[in-house]
């Protein structure tokens, strides 16, 4: 199995950035669909974006296209999640996750927050 682990997480003024990043170990990285969700307090966890083992195909919550991007680097085994304009409604614990058939995310890390401050 593959372990996750995020990093990346704070506080960030509203209208802030930040890049979360997720370092793989254990298995092949590419052999992998990654994808990011998070949860923010008293909700359900929610997707927020996710990418192909290639590379080549992204995809994202509707409500975030154009401000969040994801990548990814297999050389290094690590995922981004590239966060702009950010806003207080995107405070929540980010999750990384990893899954060999895409949509089955099988595999979770511990979470980072994010806070944005108004």
């Known amino acids: 199995q593959v372990q996750l682990v995020e990093s990346g997480g704070g506080l960030v003024q509203a209208g802030g950035s930040l890049r979360l990043s997720c370092a793989a170990s254990g298995r092949t990285f590419s052999n992998y669909h990654m994808g990011w969700f998070r949860q923010a307090p008293g909700k359900e966890r929610e997707f927020v974006a996710a990418i192909r083992w290639s590379g080549t195909s992204t995809y994202y919550a509707d409500s975030l296209k154009g401000r969040f991007t994801i990548s990814r680097d297999n050389a290094g085994n690590t995922v981004y999640l590239q966060m702009n304009s950010l806003k207080p409604q995107d405070t929540a614990i980010y999750y990384c996750?990893?899954?060999?058939?895409?949509?089955?995310?099988?595999?979770w890390g511990q979470g980072t927050q994010v806070t944005v401050s108004s």
């Open positions: 996750t990893a899954a060999t058939t895409y949509g089955n995310w099988k595999y």
